[in-house]
């Protein structure tokens, strides 16, 4: 199962890389920099790593770490918000045919349900607890924080719900406190399926 995920975050990548290489009208390097500034790819790098550390590399400090239930469980709540998020606001916003259309379905779909599944059936458990809530906003936090001055600098963000310079600072802020909101709460149920798997 690890393979297979490993393949589903691999080619949703590779092919939203290459498609964002070709957006008219910015230079290569601002096009990388703006691939990798999106949250989508960011956790589906997260989430492909998780799959492909512990498979190949099972002995090693990073092998070890991306085992660890606490990554587990973090990853799982990065990963459905990514799936909800773009299915409830952005996918009306995007309408992609052929090759872009099974890329979007890759990163935004079949990743997180993917990955859901995985945590279910595989994922280590025990241990979790409340607090792992709160240290699972620190990934989303720093984000936004990124996303916000690299926005101020260059005029451009990624999402239109961070979009400070047509909404304004403080209708992002609300939208960001919602979100951080939706975060802490998937990351408590999270801590809870855990707790009743264990029993």
């Known amino acids: ?12 990548i590779g092919m939203q890389f290459y498609f964002m290489m070709q957006v008219p009208g910015i230079s290569r390097a601002e096009a990388v920099v703006r691939f990798f500034s999106f949250f989508t790819i960011l956790t589906n790098l997260l989430v492909t790593v998780g799959y492909l550390a512990p498979l190949l590399a099972p002995g090693t400090a990073v092998g070890r770490v991306m085992a660890r239930a606490a990554v587990r ?6 990963i459905v918000v990514v ?11 995007y309408h992609p045919k052929g090759w872009a259309k099974a890329a979007d ?21 025990a241990g979790l607890r409340a607090a792992h809530a709160g240290k699972w906003l620190l990934y989303p936090l720093a984000y936004l924080i990124y ?3 690299r926005g101020a600098v260059v005029g451009y963000y990624p ?9 304004g600072y403080a209708r992002v802020l609300m939208n960001a406190a919602g979100l951080t909101a939706v975060f802490w709460m998937l990351g408590l149920m999270v801590v809870a399926a855990a707790r009743g798997a264990a029993d």
């Open 159 to 167: 999402y239109p719900f961070v979009d400070a310079a047509v909404m």
């Open 1 to 12: 199962m690890l393979a297979t995920g490993a393949l589903i975050g691999a080619a949703g």
């Open 83 to 93: 799936g909800v998020v773009y299915n409830l606001l952005l996918r009306q916003l």
């Open 147 to 149: 996303t916000m001055l």
């Open 105 to 125: 379905v890759l990163v935004h779909d079949a990743a997180p349900v993917f990955y859901l599944l995985y945590w279910l059936l595989f994922a280590r458990k």
């Open 73 to 78: 469980g973090g990853t799982l709540v990065y």
